[in-house]
């Protein structure tokens, strides 16, 4: 390393421990007040937030819990926005993956689980990426922006979920707006009947399953040829294009990706937690998993560690919400006010990083992980 | 006949809150921001607009009371807007996460505000702004004319208005110069940090507008999911409207037209067993649909998702 590089790296690091210290201070600043105006202690709060589920074994499983179907919809948006696909439909594929696995779960009274459970999952998956073909055709046939498009979604799928819950899967007494309850070899198994000292969890095999998708997804984005063509995608269409690589393709195959785990995820709810269909199956999680995906960098590692920390957050701001009387809905805005800020300080630091060194011995290294969204120039597939 | 009126008044009464909005959303995007915190910006206006009304009624302003709460609304989509400038346009952020981390923040921030302001789950309501009846005594036409103060304002004033300083005026040029082509606007002495504010607060302002219309005018009270899904269907129709005004307002027009009419059949016999759900979710599709026969030569503003850096 050349003095000068060396001199560029110690200052890039004061930038960033600077501005990292900023971050931090401006959360603080602003959940502290929240919590204030709420009439809470901002140091209770945050311990009761933050701390205290995961201070006791009943508590600590609910975080994981509760983190599952964000680690499911955290991965999926991940993958995509990876690829400079922006899926904002994670929550309509979800939905859809959770119809499949309520049809599915209706039907297998007395079929073997292991049977059940694979054709379930894969029902799902096909189920989210099938809501996730129009988009995705549209934006590499004919250039048509995927953000509006998938976004529109959402409200069609969750339409659709009241039209079956309010038609044929209503309760036919009560007209409840529920779908029967699954059968029992279609609920995933809790995994507290593996690990008896898990005692009455819900935790269940779900959250394996999110680790093992996680634990793949980190494989093929890092260690393969596919992963690499992703982000070169994702950082460069040009460029990609450039070196040969089918963009169009990818695109295609990251978003059906991206859509078929977050239609795992709606199986994982219905099959693990709710066990039929509700119109409550999914209170956004779709969108925390954009959250989710930023807050990590969007690598899988980061998503594993911003799941976990919005689940304990869930877990927390309910808690809190009858221990200290803070409305719960203040979990939302310490959620999106993380957001803002990482997102802020990213730019930040990316601004000043290039401004500084947009001299010709910069160190060549690629820009961070984040692809920004693209022009719509670069997005025809010419 | 009366089902003819009946649906076009109803047209022009669910189209009011996406007209003001895709006003507001078009101005950003003509400058050069895609603000997808519009669906958090109508919620916080729709919420805050409420409870400054609900208060102000409480302390005796009478009939001026939603007029308060309407100001109140203006104030906080001018915030929401200021907002949105310093993370994409001061700090350069991603316009996607910014404007969907906005929408976050401000729909947890008006459900939050709401227990704070609101403890009790008993329903709390104020007296709605006034129908005006222009026309009363002319059958149908009359029918179709009676109509909200805001929605007159919207088609007669804020529409035509708009479209004129966006086209006509040195502002509007400024507006449309950086989102444009920010570099050339810089060099012609554009000031493109603070148009790219203005405009942002300007539309921050219209959405917010647009989300107060439901609580202060159509319903008098306010709801949880209130705005349910019209910001991002505003942000369909600013696309499908190519960025004009006019074209956004006719796309308003015929969303509004078929969701009232899905409404309507719901009582209509021997309509009812269309499953209602199917009605609601029609105008989505047809969004979509809409885009893509528009097909691949959407002329995109220049700088549409650029953050600017003088470099």
Same mark, same amino acid.
């Not at chain 1, 948006?77 to 904002?88: D, M, S």
């Not at chain 1, 690990?195 to 998708?213: D, E, K, N």
């Not at chain 2, 029609?282 to 893509?292: D, E, F, H, K, S």
């Given at each position: 390393?050349?003095?000068?590089?060396?001199?560029?790296?110690?200052?890039?690091?004061?930038?960033?421990?600077?501005?990292?210290?900023?971050?931090?201070?401006?959360?603080?600043?602003?959940?502290?007040?929240?919590?204030?105006?709420?009439? @809470?202690?901002?140091?209770?709060?945050?311990?009761?937030?933050?701390?205290? =589920?995961?201070?006791?074994?009943?508590?600590?499983?609910?975080?994981?819990?509760?983190?599952?179907?964000?680690?499911?919809?955290?991965?999926?948006?991940?993958?995509?926005?990876?690829?400079?696909?922006?899926?904002?439909?994670?929550?309509?594929?979800?939905?859809?993956?959770?119809?499949?696995?309520?049809?599915?779960?209706?039907?297998?009274?007395?079929? %073997?689980?292991?049977?059940?459970?694979?054709?379930?999952?894969?029902?799902?998956?096909?189920?989210?990426?099938?809501?996730?073909?129009?988009?995705?055709?549209?934006?590499?046939?004919?250039?048509?922006?995927? &953000?509006?498009?998938?976004?529109?979604?959402?409200?069609?799928?969750?339409?659709?979920?009241?039209?079956?819950?309010?038609?044929?899967?209503?309760?036919?007494?009560?007209?409840?707006?529920?779908?029967?309850?699954?059968?029992?070899?279609?609920?995933?198994?809790? /995994?507290?009947?593996?690990? *008896?000292?898990?005692?009455?969890?819900?935790?269940?095999?779900?959250?394996?399953?999110?680790?093992?998708?996680?634990?793949?997804?980190?494989?093929?984005?890092?260690? *393969?040829?596919?992963?690499?063509?992703?982000?070169?995608?994702?950082?460069?269409?040009?460029?990609?294009?450039?070196?040969?690589?089918?963009?169009?393709?990818?695109?295609?195959?990251?978003?059906?990706?991206?859509?078929?785990?977050?239609?795992?995820?709606?199986?994982?709810?219905?099959?693990?937690?709710?066990?039929?269909?509700?119109?409550?199956?999914?209170?956004?999680?779709?969108?925390?998993?954009?959250?989710? @995906?930023?807050?990590?960098?969007?690598?899988?590692?980061?998503?594993?560690?911003?799941?976990?920390?919005?689940?304990?957050?869930?877990?927390?701001?309910?808690?809190?919400?009858?221990?200290?009387?803070?409305?719960?809905?203040?979990?939302?805005?310490?959620?999106?006010?993380?957001?803002?800020?990482?997102?802020?300080?990213?730019?930040?630091?990316?601004?000043?990083?290039?401004?500084?060194?947009?001299?010709?011995?910069?160190?060549?290294?690629? %820009?961070?992980?984040?692809?920004?969204?693209?022009?719509?120039?670069?997005?025809?597939?010419? | 006949?009366?089902?003819?009126?009946?649906?076009?008044?109803?047209?022009?009464?669910?189209?009011?809150? /996406?007209?003001?909005?895709?006003?507001?959303?078009?101005?950003?995007?003509?400058?050069?921001?895609?603000?997808?915190?519009?669906?958090? *910006?109508?919620?916080?206006?729709?919420?805050?607009?409420?409870?400054?009304?609900?208060?102000?009624?409480?302390?005796?302003?009478?009939?001026?009371?939603?007029?308060?709460?309407?100001?109140?609304?203006?104030?906080?989509? /001018?915030?929401?807007?200021?907002?949105?400038?310093?993370?994409?346009?001061?700090?350069?952020?991603?316009?996607?996460?910014?404007?969907?981390?906005?929408?976050?923040?401000?729909?947890?921030?008006?459900?939050?505000?709401?227990?704070?302001?609101?403890?009790?789950?008993?329903?709390?309501?104020?007296?709605?702004?006034?129908?005006?009846?222009?026309?009363?005594?002319?059958?149908?036409?009359?029918?179709?004319?009676?109509?909200?103060?805001?929605?007159?304002?919207?088609?007669?004033?804020? &529409?035509?208005?708009?479209?004129?300083?966006?086209?006509?005026?040195?502002?509007?040029?400024?507006?449309?110069?950086?989102?444009?082509?920010?570099?050339?606007?810089?060099?012609?002495?554009?000031?493109?940090?603070?148009? #790219?504010?203005?405009?942002?607060?300007?539309?921050?302002?219209?959405?917010?507008?647009?989300?107060?219309?439901?609580?202060?005018?159509?319903?008098?009270?306010?709801?949880?999911?209130?705005?349910?899904?019209?910001?991002?269907?505003?942000?369909?129709?600013?696309?499908?409207?190519?960025? #004009?005004?006019?074209?956004?307002?006719?796309?308003?027009?015929?969303?509004?037209?078929?969701?009232?009419?899905?409404?309507?059949?719901?009582?209509?016999?021997?309509?009812?067993?269309?499953?209602?759900?199917?009605? /609601?979710?029609?105008?989505?599709?047809?969004?979509?649909?809409?885009?893509?026969?528009?097909?691949?030569?959407?002329?995109? =503003?220049?700088?549409?998702?650029?953050?600017?850096?003088?470099?």
């Amino acid at each position: 390393m050349t003095l000068e590089a060396r001199r560029a790296a110690e200052s890039r690091l004061g930038r960033g421990s600077i501005i990292a210290v900023g971050a931090v201070i401006t959360v603080l600043a602003v959940t502290g007040g929240a919590f204030v105006i709420a009439g @809470a202690s901002p140091l209770e709060a945050y311990y009761a937030y933050f701390i205290e =589920p995961l201070t006791r074994e009943f508590t600590f499983l609910s975080v994981l819990t509760k983190a599952t179907p964000l680690l499911f919809a955290g991965a999926a948006v991940a993958i995509a926005f990876r690829a400079g696909y922006w899926n904002i439909g994670a929550e309509g594929q979800l939905l859809m993956g959770a119809v499949a696995a309520a049809g599915i779960g209706q039907v297998v009274e007395g079929w %073997p689980a292991f049977v059940v459970l694979p054709i379930m999952v894969a029902a799902g998956a096909l189920a989210g990426a099938a809501w996730a073909l129009a988009p995705a055709l549209l934006r590499v046939r004919m250039g048509i922006d995927e &953000v509006v498009t998938t976004l529109l979604l959402n409200p069609v799928a969750l339409l659709l979920v009241q039209a079956l819950l309010h038609g044929p899967w209503a309760d036919p007494e009560t007209g409840f707006p529920e779908s029967p309850r699954i059968a029992e070899p279609a609920e995933f198994p809790g /995994l507290a009947t593996f690990l *008896t000292f898990l005692g009455t969890s819900r935790l269940h095999i779900g959250f394996v399953v999110a680790l093992v998708i996680i634990g793949v997804a980190w494989w093929v984005l890092t260690r *393969t040829a596919t992963g690499l063509r992703v982000r070169a995608v994702g950082l460069s269409p040009h460029g990609a294009r450039f070196v040969g690589i089918k963009v169009e393709r990818t695109l295609l195959r990251v978003a059906l990706v991206s859509g078929a785990i977050a239609g795992v995820a709606g199986v994982s709810e219905v099959a693990g937690i709710q066990f039929r269909l509700t119109e409550g199956v999914s209170p956004g999680f779709g969108y925390t998993g954009i959250v989710v @995906a930023m807050l990590g960098g969007l690598t899988m590692p980061g998503v594993v560690v911003a799941g976990l920390l919005l689940g304990d957050l869930g877990v927390g701001a309910q808690t809190a919400g009858r221990s200290l009387q803070i409305p719960s809905q203040l979990g939302e805005v310490v959620q999106g006010t993380l957001l803002l800020v990482i997102i802020a300080a990213v730019a930040i630091y990316r601004w000043r990083s290039s401004r500084e060194e947009e001299r010709p011995a910069d160190e060549g290294e690629p %820009p961070p992980d984040e692809p920004e969204g693209l022009p719509p120039a670069e997005r025809s597939p010419t | 006949m009366t089902f003819v009126a009946d649906i076009i008044a109803a047209t022009f009464r669910n189209a009011t809150p /996406l007209v003001y909005g895709s006003v507001g959303e078009t101005y950003t995007e003509r400058a050069g921001i895609l603000n997808l915190g519009i669906e958090g *910006t109508m919620y916080a206006g729709a919420f805050f607009g409420f409870a400054i009304a609900y208060h102000a009624e409480a302390a005796g302003a009478g009939p001026a009371a939603p007029w308060v709460g309407l100001l109140g609304a203006i104030l906080v989509g /001018l915030m929401a807007g200021a907002l949105m400038g310093l993370l994409t346009v001061s700090f350069g952020a991603n316009q996607h996460v910014s404007g969907l981390g906005l929408t976050i923040v401000l729909i947890g921030v008006s459900e939050f505000a709401n227990r704070l302001v609101f403890p009790d789950t008993t329903l709390v309501r104020i007296e709605p702004m006034p129908l005006l009846d222009p026309l009363a005594g002319l059958g149908e036409l009359g029918t179709v004319a009676n109509q909200y103060g805001l929605t007159y304002l919207a088609f007669l004033v804020i &529409v035509p208005l708009a479209w004129y300083v966006l086209g006509r005026t040195p502002l509007g040029l400024s507006i449309r110069a950086v989102g444009e082509n920010p570099e050339a606007a810089d060099v012609a002495g554009i000031d493109v940090f603070r148009i #790219r504010y203005v405009a942002l607060m300007i539309g921050g302002a219209f959405m917010a507008v647009g989300g107060a219309f439901i609580t202060l005018a159509m319903l008098g009270t306010f709801t949880l999911d209130i705005i349910a899904g019209r910001g991002w269907v505003v942000i369909a129709l600013v696309i499908f409207g190519r960025w #004009r005004i006019f074209r956004g307002v006719l796309g308003a027009l015929v969303f509004a037209a078929l969701f009232s009419l899905g409404l309507r059949l719901r009582i209509t016999p021997g309509f009812e067993d269309i499953p209602n759900e199917i009605m /609601l979710a029609l105008p989505y599709v047809v969004v979509i649909v809409a885009l893509a026969l528009s097909g691949r030569n959407v002329p995109y =503003p220049g700088a549409y998702l650029k953050a600017y850096r003088r470099s």
